[in-house]
């Protein structure tokens, strides 16, 4: 989870007001923060260094991601941060240091080694958050380009040899994602394979023999279809029914050439792992009656299968036997999230050990392996917490109530120490994006400060339309008519937490990102009068503006979840139902944070909104990082809106009341 918008409380560890000055006062240059160079403070008062320094160790924890075994010496390979952004390393073996072996400026998203071979290492990145993606060779610490270094390309799969690899790219017309091949070790081989129409194109897996793969044509959470391709002619074949409803996921050859894929085929709920046959019929293999399968890897022989079941958030491993249909649950890891991966969440390696990587309330985000026989789970990366004990931290609760129309909605409460802080405490509402995203039991990272040190209750609410509890939920709050119901949901949280005798409902706060932004923003409209203030992350402001702005190779793919702004009764619903519409009844301070090369929702969706405001006299404070996206990912940038938010709510939630 990214870090949230802290305000402070009168405890001994708090800075006490008269330390931070006041908007305007002017303040010594070695008393405050010095601001880096990418970030524009507009209405953004100093910060004091003495307020920096009280959060310092919060804000220093790393995780470390798993990207995949290496076949040539059973070393790992993981992303983690040892300067300002991630980037690859190798661990040699369990609990072994870290070595770094790419050094960029910009982080890395994505590296993958070719598999057997272990001669190549690709890796994706991007420049300043604008999310066009290039593909690279990495050698002794240097890129070697791959792609055109201009368009938006996305890794889609190694062949079987470790010799091709398959992306999809928007090179020719910047809204396409035409399929590609490319020997990484000689940039000349790169040829398109296949021209498609649509942005959700990718390879997903190579044949045996190198002559065919499978593609996905992702068209929204809701469906995807699943093709093959012929490499030679670049003739697509559609395996499953394009007319259907339905999503395909991780599609992968098996070894005796059947298709092992994710999905809700056959009016499931939920997402499932089973196989398709030849004539597109899918069997499920997985038998859990419900919560979706989030990931999945096979092994090199076909014997095995492991896969992760999203249990209300919580990642479950499971250990498959594929000839006795015999499923052995894995239980010596933490109890946490597995983490979205663009390569392999999970890889089993030829000598038969499952690597994966886990983030929980007490461990920061670690890469694990499973003994696919025997269930032996070893720890790999012991990653640092700021010099903080882990142990200490909260665990959440699972919150479940009814919304205005009896629909269950559920969310995460974490709770200080009732020891440590007695009382009524205040809380923040922190809503995740997507909108088909979910919040799961994740580290929380410098959260942790509010919890700990401050004593505020967080609650992370999962409102209809979020992913993971199944297909019917998901889509309940789709298009522009039924958009505000998941605005709704967070009324029934409130009436609920506010009803909670260790919570003090004259303290409650929100904030969000993204999508999530565009619901901060919404609740500070519906729920002026509960919440004191309102901090929300590169979000949406206007729907009509935001679908006209947003990149062209994603536009066609959020118009199927918001609406068509081309449509004039959607147009004139999605202006009604946006926040921008109704900028008067935002009574109370705002802070916008905002990357300045975001493709997805562009900076001019924050510009308005913090116009509108001001234009009626209220208060807004504007950060902006010039060289970031959807999304702050160097830290010196997360680090200063952290404080800046710290320093917000000091101001506003804080403020001893007139008179």
């Known amino acids: 989870m990214r870090p949230l918008c802290p305000f402070l409380l009168a405890t001994s560890l708090l800075i006490p007001l008269s330390a931070v000055a006041q908007a305007g006062d002017p303040a010594p240059a070695s008393a405050v923060v010095a601001k880096p160079a990418a970030i524009v403070a507009d209405g953004v008062p100093a910060i004091p260094v003495a307020l920096a320094e009280a959060t310092r160790p919060y804000l220093q924890s790393r995780r470390a991601q798993f990207l995949g075994w290496n076949d040539a010496d059973r070393s790992m390979l993981i992303r983690t941060r040892f300067g300002s952004t991630d980037q690859v390393h190798r661990v040699a073996a369990p609990l072994a240091s870290r070595h770094q072996l790419s050094f960029e400026d910009e982080p890395i998203l994505a590296a993958t080694l070719a598999p057997g071979r272990a001669d190549a290492l690709v890796v994706q990145k991007d420049v300043g958050g604008g999310e066009f993606y290039q593909l690279y060779r990495l050698a002794d610490g240097r890129l070697e380009l791959l792609t055109d270094g ?74 995807a279809d699943l093709y ?134 007490r461990v920061p985000g670690d890469a694990f392996a499973v003994d696919a026989r025997t269930l032996a789970v070893t720890r790999w990366t012991d990653s640092e917490a700021g010099g903080l004990d882990p142990a200490t931290n909260a665990t959440p609760q699972l919150v479940e109530v009814k919304s205005f129309d009896g629909q269950t909605v559920s969310g995460f409460l974490y709770r200080p120490d009732a020891r440590r802080f007695p009382g009524k405490r ?94 901060c923003y919404a609740s500070a409209i519906r729920y002026a009068a509960r919440f004191k203030g309102a901090n929300c992350y590169v979000a949406i402001s206007n729907f009509v503006t935001f679908l006209e702005n947003t990149q062209s190779y994603r536009r066609d793919l959020r118009r199927v979840e918001y609406g068509d702004e081309r449509d004039p009764r959607q147009r004139a619903k999605l202006t009604a139902i946006s926040p921008l519409t109704s900028v008067a009844k935002i009574t109370m301070p705002l802070l916008v944070a905002t990357g300045g090369n975001d493709p997805r929702v562009p900076k001019s969706e924050a510009d308005q909104m913090i116009a509108a405001v001001r234009g009626r006299g209220g208060t807004a404070w504007h950060l902006i990082a010039q060289n970031e996206g959807h999304g702050f990912r160097k830290k010196e940038n997360s680090d200063y809106y952290f404080n800046a938010s710290m320093l917000f709510w000091q101001r506003t939630l804080l403020a001893a009341p007139a008179g």
Do not use: C
């Open 150 to 223: 201009k368009s938006r390309n996305w890794f889609g799969a190694w062949s079987r040899d470790g010799a091709l690899v398959g992306y999809s790219s928007t090179r020719r017309n910047g809204a396409d994602s035409d399929l590609y091949v490319i020997d990484p070790r000689d940039r000349a081989s790169d040829r398109r394979v296949a021209q498609v129409r649509g942005g959700g194109w990718n390879i997903a897996d190579f044949s045996d023999d190198g002559r065919r793969a499978l593609v996905l044509n992702r068209q929204s959470i809701n469906k």
């Open 228 to 361: 093959e391709l012929d490499l030679a002619s670049g003739t697509l074949r559609a395996l499953t029914d394009v007319k259907a409803q339905v999503s395909y996921e991780h599609p992968r050859y098996g070894a005796d050439g059947a298709i092992w894929v994710v999905s809700d085929a056959g009016g499931a709920d939920f997402l499932r792992l089973g196989r398709l046959d030849a004539r597109g019929r899918f069997t499920a293999v997985s038998r859990e009656p419900r919560w979706d399968v989030s990931d999945y890897a096979l092994s090199p022989d076909g014997g095995t299968v492991a896969y992760a079941v999203n249990e209300a958030g919580i990642s479950r491993l499971r250990v498959l036997d594929v000839a006795s249909g015999t499923a052995r649950p894995v239980t010596g890891l933490p109890e946490g999230v597995i983490p979205y991966s663009i390569g392999p969440a999970l890889e089993i390696s030829p000598w038969g050990v499952i690597g994966l990587s886990i983030g929980a309330a």
């Open 426 to 519: 205040p809380l923040v509402v922190d809503i995740h994006g997507g909108p088909e995203g979910q919040t799961r039991p994740d580290f929380l990272g410098a959260d942790n400060y509010l919890l700990n040190e401050l004593g505020v209750a967080l609650f992370y609410p999962n409102v209809r339309g979020s992913s993971g509890f199944g297909k019917r939920f998901v889509n309940l709050d789709n298009g522009p008519d039924l958009r505000e119901n998941s605005v709704r949901d967070i009324g029934a949280f409130l009436d609920a937490l506010e009803r909670d005798p260790a919570l003090d409902p004259a303290r409650f706060a929100v904030t969000g990102v993204s999508y999530g932004g565009y619901m």
